[in-house]
């Protein structure tokens, strides 16, 4: 594992649009080397996209065609990375000096240029301002705009003074003071400056999960599991997996956003783990609700969720409408039901146990094969429903992708469900 960190820049000189093409031409300054086809991301704006073609036109200066990107993005001095060196954006990072026995940084204002290659300008500046304090033995800096950055990148720092020295990147982001501390005696445990891998491994234990560059993806860090080229810290995973296993229980499952926010992690360590979950086919999401995934959902109903299942299985095939409810605080049980994959509903008012609407659609679908026409009559004599659950059928239907309506109105069946 090389302890450098790969770099591979564009900077935008210039940007055009190509007539007739749904690409955009680039001159840009190239830092180490892209290949055509790289999938990419530009700063500032975050847009992925993809690098389609690059010519060389004079010694750095290179011809770019890119697709994706709206030509409003591609500014000059806007940088372009590819999306596996996994570039940071944020205003705040947290540097340790690269000499180790250099004298503290004075706590004030500082020039900073450098970062994710030598010379890197942003906004036509050769250097900008950025205001650095000291905590524990790191230096938190603040910059006046968000910057791409690469953890283990340096930057040369220089105060009005005349004070100057070189830091290394060591954590991009924002930080408690919880944290702040943290970080600072996970470095400590280094006996000389921590490497790029130690640098990764630092964010891993802060973040509790770190989405690594191409060039560390076969590393191994102690205590971690690895998905992909996310690692995550095993105990702190096996805790928020937990976590949302047991309150995805609940009847009708849990909001999402309540559960991020009760995980008290990070909104994309939380994510790491609830996709982990969808992949393993645990849990599921129906309407902004996290679903388990059981064979035995219905012990998992409330009282009064129950009583409203027992309504819709008694009224089979004919369906339970919640316009008939005299207890409107059962409506939101029914919802619970549907977003459980017990019921299925038309126009969020006449429900069906799940097994009877299977029953329904195997009825009208019997005698029918691919390509064939299904109308709004042959479902009301098959079903005798109103034109209003008929029209939320075929939209459901078309949502599913069962039926593809054509242009004279026509539905055109393209899939038995």
């Not at 999938?39 to 704006?45: Q, T």
Request: with cysteine.
């Amino acid at each position: 594992m090389q302890d450098r960190i790969p770099t591979s820049v564009l900077s935008i000189i210039k940007a055009e649009q190509i007539e007739g093409e749904k690409l955009t031409l680039l001159t840009c300054r190239m830092t180490g080397e892209f290949k055509p086809f790289t999938d990419a991301v530009i700063f500032p704006g975050e847009k992925k996209f993809q690098v389609k073609d690059i010519v060389q036109e004079d010694g750095d200066i290179y011809k770019v065609k890119v697709k994706g990107i709206p030509f409003k993005l591609c500014l000059p001095f806007s940088v372009i990375t590819p999306t596996d060196l996994k570039i940071k954006y944020s205003k705040r990072g947290y540097f340790m000096p690269e000499d180790f026995h250099s004298k503290d940084y004075y706590n004030g204002e500082y020039y900073v240029k450098g970062g994710i290659f030598t010379g890197y300008r942003m906004f036509k500046k050769d250097t900008f301002s950025a205001k650095l304090r000291k905590t524990g033995n790191l230096y938190c800096v603040d910059f006046p705009f968000k910057s791409p950055m690469v953890p283990g990148a340096l930057y040369s720092f220089e105060n009005p003074r005349g004070f100057k020295g070189e830091m290394k990147l060591i954590y991009p982001g924002n930080l408690d003071k919880k944290n702040e501390t943290l970080i600072s005696s996970r470095v400590e445990k280094f006996r000389s400056r921590p490497g790029t891998k130690g640098i990764y491994s630092i964010m891993l234990r802060t973040d509790h999960y770190v989405d690594l560059p191409y060039f560390l993806q076969d590393e191994e860090f102690e205590g971690s599991i690895k998905l992909g080229n996310i690692r995550v810290m095993e105990k702190e995973f096996d805790s928020i997996k937990n976590k949302i296993l047991k309150q995805s229980r609940r009847s009708g499952g849990e909001p999402i956003d309540s559960l991020r926010k009760s995980s008290n992690v990070s909104g994309f360590f939380f994510h790491t783990v609830l996709d982990y979950l969808i992949e393993r086919d645990e849990v599921f999401i129906k309407d902004s609700h996290v679903v388990l995934k059981s064979d035995n959902l219905e012990s998992f109903l409330s009282p009064l969720t129950k009583e409203s299942y027992k309504l819709i299985v008694d009224s089979g095939q004919n369906g339970y409408s919640i316009r008939t409810l005299k207890n409107r605080g059962m409506e939101s049980c029914f919802k619970e039901l549907w977003r459980m994959n017990l019921a299925s509903v038309l126009d969020d008012d006449l429900y069906y146990s799940t097994d009877a609407f299977k029953a329904i659609l195997n009825q009208l679908f019997q005698d029918k094969k691919i390509d064939d026409l299904l109308s709004i009559q042959e479902i009301r004599d098959n079903t005798g429903l109103s034109r209003r659950y008929i029209i939320s059928l075929l939209n459901q239907l078309e949502d599913l992708e069962v039926i593809e309506r054509e242009d004279d109105d026509t539905r055109v069946i393209k899939k038995i469900p």
